[in-house]
């Protein structure tokens, strides 16, 4: 087509209708519904014969007030007109008007509704609307396509088109916006016509037919696929099923999916053609489960009760593809067998075309989602699992042979029981098929089986195999060897007529097949003697034919009454039979198989020598279980005359002008016929060539529909791989953004970490280093990267145990935790680091990495080493002191020991002198010698009493707990005498257990009473109180003690002379004495001993008193 | 008492030798003294004395060469004179040497007096535990004899 300017002056649209087979009718029916002024010019083109008148113009006239015209060249196309193609030519549209071809006959090829639609589409564009009646093949599929994408509008008949073909292959392609009635396109085209946004307001409807995935009804479709198909199509690409859903949708007419849904429970044959839909590009195993039970439940045990022993099974599945099939079908086979106990050897051979899938099938390597139809038991028995994969066992390899075979060029095999060849057909154009169901018959043993897919048949080429069960294409092989090329009249896809979409009836099958037809049957010998001889000789001619027409048996002298054509050489009675007869006996057929009655046909002329002759005809209808329909045409005794005599003696008494007239009559008749049959051989050849061509177009289309389906998987494929792209950019995304944050964490890390880090590869150099690193060792870190550790900086680092560990580091993954260095840095001086390093496995090991942390612990090592020298220090002080403290004892004591000595025996020989020398002394010298003895007895006293104080700070600090009650008593026993001296009483109250170091205490207590012993008055008795109470801190403030600690208050108190309480606190120092010695002896030191060991137990001492009235000396212990 | 008791007197001391035997004399205690003056001479006494021992040794700690502890715990693990008593008689007694005689089986400790008469009452009191110790019941005297303040060093 050349480019056509697109006219925009013309504003009304072009109803552009498409029709064949069916189409008239369906036309017809429209046009009644339309008004005369809908303002849209209406073009229609259907396919017509190429030879004869149309009357297409005058007959669709009565169906409409619009002018009905047959198309010129030239001519122009108007609204409310309408133009018909008239035949042999094809109509297209340039410049605005309507332009016809002549046809060309030659090809074979013919599609005026695609060459019309698209001239149209190109030029009116959106201002068409393409419609597409009933009728055969694919024309207008790709025209209406055009339409639509020149933003025009299509239509196409719904399961009302006798012949639904070509609206469904325009469907197919998606080219399709609605899919009515003829009366209901009457109506959208009206609505149309008022409303200008065309196109608009139509698909505002369509889009009642979109739905969502999420729809519940959808689910509930997938549910009933699942309950009643056995496939899970959850899984499915949902995008995909939603179309193939809507298409049904739109072929079924339905605008709710629930509508869709509530069909699909109820019709099986739509959930089949859904499931069929949906099921393309799938292959799994036992992918038609219910073909493949027929297979294990009737056609295998068959085939198996028929071999003998010694036989073989041979079963072929051309076209195998990747096994899966192949596979099923050994296994089913194999089933079968194991469950009748019955071992036949078996062999299946499997064929394809494709090198590549027949390796694929050999190796039989299968996924999960492949078996997944197979029980675990089928499973274990045929298969061997691998991970999640599932490879083909022995049993099925030995009974599987796999070869890569070119059907329709390499010899085929032979001796074959069973072939199964589902989806290789509709591949082929009709003469590879033809060829192919030939290779079939070749190959097949004697009724032998072929299987075909569920859409697919024999075709024309039923001479050589009879169909057994329809519902699974199930065929046996006949007897028949005839290769009949010629194409029957009836169309091959006629099959979908089976269906029967008008009455919705499936045409029965038959089941019971496997009768015993052909094992011969009990007869006696002289019946079957007697049979033969009326066969032999009284039996008439007759033939028997099937439905197409082509005689099966002879009987009788069929001779006389058919004769062969001259041409190809063929069994067709019509094509046999005289002409004298053969309308009659084409009639008779017809309404034989029509009516199914037998139809006789009498008085039919026949030429001979003798003149013409008479016989009558029957033909019966004769069905066969077992076999196809047939037809038994009887051919009656032959007669000179008519049978009826009056009829003919009124006709010979007719003689002279009705004679004449007659003659005329008949030779008008005999023209008539001749013309007939010329016109009937021209209307078969027609038919064939249509036929033909139908079927290539067809295959083809299927071809397309087929790459369609692989194109749209792909497509599909791509969008969710893209998807899968998306969603993995947007993971990696992510993971960049996180690695981004984890690295600027990282850093964070670093840069805010105050210890010295650098970072090390395997050879040492330094890759990173850190700011405190470069400040702490003086280190420009331009300089230090790349440079290797130890050099680095003037071999500051050089540092050999270091280097030798570091070394170690990556090869065996040691790591150093706190090793201590001490290394002389030049410029730093001595400093002592901690080093902390562990090695960075990294996804390349030759990158792996060093992390090495320091810590400078030098403050810290040399604040150690000074404790450690004044601890040192401290401990031999301490041994010296303790040395000093033992001479100190020794020597205190060996002092007062040699002290005491020579004073003792002042003492002794002073009181020696005075008591033996009296009389010689006189007053003075006796005198004088007391006075010595006074001073001398002081000096022991305060020898003793010096050696007791500092023994006391020396002592230990040995804490008991002692009975205060008994320590008292051992005082008491040893300061006997003075007691007894003083007279004095000693009374004690509250005494109780406290802890104290018990030989200091007890010369505590001793100084304490004996100094009230001492101090006793001269006036009155002594009379001594200790008493012992427990106080809190607090209640004792004015001495500040601790307020919350407790104590033990021991308090001993006299009624001595007492003493001036001003005096109170200085009567604890050392040498401090408020008497002079010769009234009372006493050194002074007694009260600081007193004092210093109350202090050792972390107490406190007091006194108080009252000049002549006593004195309380009260001691607090800490509890 | 059917003789003197005789007191052995172990005191390097000669002044507190005087002192003793002018005690005993003076005040007529019914016992006779024998005096060495050092540990040496005090176990080459008993050695030689074997047959007859003293009733009553009088050690003094401060000795010359072998001292008075040395002694004490060589009587007393002598099977011929563990028996005897052995009163330790010093200048001064320490806490700790105090435990160690008694442990080692000192009969008392005698601290030496300023006063003679001192001296002579806390002989009497001996005597009298010696020998009722050998008939009756013994006095209750503390372990060391004649400290002032027993508890001073």
Partial sequence: MKAVKEIQKKSFPFVAIGGSAGGFEALSQLLSHLPANSGMAFIYVQHLSPDYK???????????????????????????????????????????????????????????????????????????????????????????????????????????????????????????????????????????????????????????????????????????LYKKKGIDFSHYKMNTIRRRIIRRMQIKNLSHLKSYAEILAKNSDELEILSQDLLINVSFFFREPDTFSFLKNTLFPKIIKD???????????????????????????????????????????????????????????????????????????????????????????EVCVFAHHNILSDPSFSHIDFISCCNLLIYLDAVAQRRVISTFHYALEENGFLMLSKSESVGDASTLFSPIHKKFRLYIRKKNFEISTLPSLIPRFSQSTLF???????????????????????????????????????????????????????????????????????????????????????????????????????????????????????????????EEPLLLVVFGKINDVQVDENTFTAAKKGRGS??????????????????????????????????????????????????????????????????????????????????????????????????????????????????????????????????????????????????????DIIPKNIYLHNMEITHRFDTLGEKTILVNARRVQLKNRRRNLILLILEDVSERASMLKKEKLLIENLQRANVDLEHLNTELTSFSYASSHDLQEPLRKIRTFAAYILKEEEQRLSDSGKDYFRRMQNSVNHMQTLVEDLLSYSQTSLSERKFETIDLSLLIEEVKAELVDQIAEKKATISSKGLCKIKVIRFQFRQLMSNLIGNALKFAS???????????????????????????????????????IGFDAKYKSRIFDIFERLHSKEHYKGTGIGLAICKKIVKNHGGLITADGELNKGACFIVYLPL | MLRNVRILLADDDRDDQFVFFKVVLENALACEVVSVYDGEELMRYLLNNVDDLPDIIFLDLNMPLKKGEDCLL??????????????????????????????????????????????????????????????GELKELPFVLGKNNPFKY
């Fill in chain 1, 307 to 397: 071999k003998s022993e010694g036989d073989k099974i041979r079963i072929w599945v051309p076209a195998c593809a990747t096994g899966e099939e192949v596979y099923s079908i050994a296994i089913t086979m194999l089933e079968v067998m194991a469950r009748k106990n019955k071992t036949i050897p078996l062999q299946i051979f499997a064929s394809d075309l494709s090198a590549h899938v027949v390796r694929a099938a050999r190796l039989g390597d299968y996924s999960e989602e492949d078996v997944k139809l197979l029980t675990p038991q089928i499973k274990a028995r045929y298969f061997e699992k691998h991970k999640d994969r599932y490879r083909v066992g022995k049993k099925l390899r």
């Fill in chain 1, 658 to 807: 009705a004679g004449e007239k007659t003659t005329e009559t008949r030779s008008e008749l005999m023209q008539l016929r001749a013309a007939t049959l010329t016109m009937s051989h021209e209307h078969e050849l027609t038919v064939a060539e249509l036929q033909s061509a139908n079927e290539e177009v067809v295959s083809n289309n299927e071809e397309l529909r087929t790459l369609n389906e692989e194109l749209e998987t792909s497509k599909e494929e791509i969008e969710s791989a893209n998807e899968e792209l998306l969603a993995n950019n947007q993971k990696l995304h992510l993971k960049n953004n996180k690695i981004e944050e984890l690295n600027r964490y990282s850093e964070a890390i670093i840069v805010t970490m105050h210890n010295p880090m650098v970072v090390l590869d395997k050879d040492l150099r330094i890759r990173n280093i850190n700011k405190p690193f470069c400040d702490q060792f003086n280190i420009e870190k331009e300089n230090a990267l790349g440079e290797k550790f130890y050099e680095v900086n003037h071999k500051q680092w050089k540092i050999l145990e270091l280097r030798r560990f570091l070394e």
């Fill in chain 1, 54 to 224: 149309s009357e297409l113009a005058s007959l669709l006239s009565r169906s409409t007030s619009m002018k009905v015209l047959e198309a010129e060249d030239d001519m122009e196309m108007l609204p409310n007109h309408l133009v018909v193609i008239p035949p042999n030519t094809e109509m297209f549209v340039l410049d605005g008007k309507v332009k016809l071809l002549k046809r060309n006959i030659n090809t074979k090829k013919h599609f005026p509704i695609d060459v019309f639609f698209t001239s149209i589409a190109e030029v009116h564009k959106k201002y068409v609307i393409g419609i597409l009646l009933s009728g055969t093949g694919s024309d207008g599929a790709l025209g209406m396509l055009k339409i639509k994408r020149e933003g025009g509008l299509t239509m196409a008949q719904d399961y009302s088109a006798v012949f639904s073909s070509m609206p469904d292959a325009a469907i197919a392609e998606g080219a399709i916006d609605f899919v009515l009635s003829p009366v209901e396109m009457a109506t959208s085209l009206v609505r149309l016509s008022k409303s200008r946004q065309m196109k608009k307001d139509l698909l505002k409807l369509s889009h009642e037919q979109e739905f969502e995935n999420s729809n519940p009804e959808f689910k509930v479709i997938l549910q009933i």
């Fill in chain 2, 74 to 135: 060589e009587i007393k693990s002598h099977k011929d004179y563990s028996k005897l008593p052995v009163v330790v008689y010093s200048t001064s007694f320490n806490k700790d040497i105090v435990p160690f005689l008694q442990k080692n089986g000192a009969y008392y400790c005698l601290q030496k007096q300023s006063e003679g008469g001192d001296l002579a009452k806390y002989l009497r009191l001996l005597l009298e535990n010696l020998l009722l110790g050998q008939d």
């Fill in chain 1, 500 to 626: 029967d979409r008008k009455s919705n009836k499936v045409l029965p099958s038959r089941l019971s097949f496997f009768s015993n037809v052909h094992k011969g049957q009990q007869l006696n010998i002289v019946g079957q003697s007697v049979d033969d001889l009326l066969l032999s000789h009284y039996v008439p001619a007759c033939v028997l034919i099937n439905y197409t027409n082509d005689i099966i048996e002879f009987r009788g002298a069929s001779e006389n009454f058919l004769r062969h054509a001259s041409g190809k050489a063929s069994f067709n009675i019509v094509k046999m039979s005289r002409p004298e007869y053969f309308l009659e006996l084409r009639v008779a057929i017809l309404l034989a198989k029509k009516t199914q009655q037998k139809v006789l046909k009498a008085n039919l002329e026949l030429k001979g020598e003798q003149g013409l002759k008479f016989f009558n005809l029957e033909v019966v209808p004769l069905n066969i279980e077992g």
């Fill in chain 1, 1018 to 1056: 001269p006036d009155r008795l002594a009379h001594i109180t200790i008493e012992c109470k427990k106080v809190k801190g607090s209640d004792v403030l004015q001495l500040n003690l601790d307020a919350k600690h407790k104590y033990c208050q021991i308090s001993v108190c006299d009624n001595g």
